[in-house]
């Protein structure tokens, strides 16, 4: 079935395995890399060929499948210890996004199935690695229609940091799902992108993103939000999220939790869309999500193009955690919790 805005995919199965599109290159060059061990699918998720926290687990999902068809020669006992070896491998890849523990522990316990066998063990994890990708896909949409029904028929424009659409996940998109939701309802008439620093995805990915669905979009730099905000040019900020703690803080792309206080002081809402699989029910606050410490050379310069001083140095943290209380919605393909706590958080998790 043709959907709206449904033209953008950054994984791929094939016949002959494993497809990413390089989002490194883009927007200049449009590049699949293609992938066949799970050693390499690790490695491309810590180099940034692919990211976006549902786009990471589905993409070691289909690791995990790699993994079996590259030992497929050995004995079965063999075989299935070796996979779980690569399977740690792929855990290790990077420590943000639950969605990746949430999608290896699924194709863990297929390993682990009564039902498994040496002859269709291929076909079984191949099965749910694609399940796992056509459900976010289904639930983006789902997001999509519970973002935008938040938002009010004239709303105007909205803005949003780094890339939470097509390219950071299955398909569609999370934060960017709801904003193309509200753009087709007509709700809004343009978005506002963050640059977003050190790898400017907003640049690169959510610009692009949008060229692409012919949605208005206008790049700024971080600096510029508070100004934006005060000639009261957005009424939304829509992001999505790489962990949800139990109470429903947030854990996002640095340079979230500014735009959380920008909003709070300016009047503007803050809502957070993201998958069920990004909701972390084990991590009780905010602050026992780990963050991810980057290599400074990624804040000294500016693409391959050095631009620091020599001899600086760089903190270069690529997460940060906005509290609960600084939210105003949270939205997943099971509805919209508000004024997010412990207590709904729980309430939604067991519905």
């Given at each position: 079935m043709t959907r709206l805005y449904d033209s953008i995919r950054a994984i791929f199965w094939k016949e002959d395995g494993l497809y990413l599109l390089d989002q490194r290159r883009l927007p200049s060059e449009y590049i699949e890399l293609h992938l066949t061990t799970a050693a390499d699918v690790a490695a491309a998720i810590r180099n940034m060929v692919v990211r976006g926290a549902p786009a990471i687990g589905i993409t070691a999902a289909y690791g995990v499948v790699t993994s079996a068809i590259h030992h497929q020669s050995l004995a079965f006992e063999e075989r299935i210890s070796v996979i779980q070896q690569d399977i740690e491998t792929l855990s290790a890849s990077r420590p943000t996004a639950v969605n990746l523990f949430w999608a290896l522990d699924k194709m863990s316990a297929c390993l682990s199935s009564a039902l498994i066998s040496n002859e269709n063990l291929v076909q079984k994890l191949l099965e749910l690695a694609s399940r796992i990708h056509n459900d976010d896909i289904q639930a983006n949409y789902t997001m999509g229609k519970y973002g935008a029904s938040l938002l009010q028929a004239d709303a105007g424009a909205v803005l949003t940091h780094c890339n939470a659409g097509a390219l950071a996940t299955g398909g569609y998109g999370t934060a960017l799902g709801v904003i193309r939701s509200a753009f087709s309802d007509g709700k809004i008439t343009?978005?506002?992108?963050?640059?977003?620093?050190?790898?400017?995805?907003?640049?690169?990915?959510?610009?692009?993103?949008?060229?692409?669905?012919?949605?208005?979009v206008t790049l700024l730099c971080e600096g510029a939000a508070a100004s934006l905000m005060?000639?009261?040019?957005?009424?939304?900020?829509?992001?999505?999220?790489?962990?949800?703690?139990?109470?429903?803080?947030?854990?996002?792309?640095?340079?979230?939790?500014?735009?959380?206080?920008?909003?709070k002081h300016h009047g503007v809402k803050l809502m957070v869309a993201a998958p069920t699989s990004t909701i972390d029910m084990a991590t009780a606050t905010g602050s026992q999500i780990p963050i991810e410490q980057r290599e400074a050379s990624e804040v000294f310069g500016c693409g391959l193009q050095r631009v620091a001083t020599d001899g600086a140095q760089a903190w270069n943290p690529a997460f940060d955690v906005t509290p609960a209380n600084m939210v105003d919605a949270i939205v997943t393909e099971k509805g919209i919790i508000e004024n997010p706590t412990l207590e709904k958080m729980q309430r939604h998790m067991a519905s």
């Open positions: 343009r978005v506002f992108a963050d640059e977003t620093r050190p790898w400017l995805q907003g640049a690169r990915l959510t610009a692009w993103e949008f060229v692409q669905d012919d949605i208005p005060q000639q009261g040019k957005v009424s939304w900020v829509i992001v999505g999220s790489d962990r949800i703690a139990a109470n429903g803080d947030v854990a996002n792309k640095i340079g979230t939790y500014s735009l959380a206080i920008l909003a």
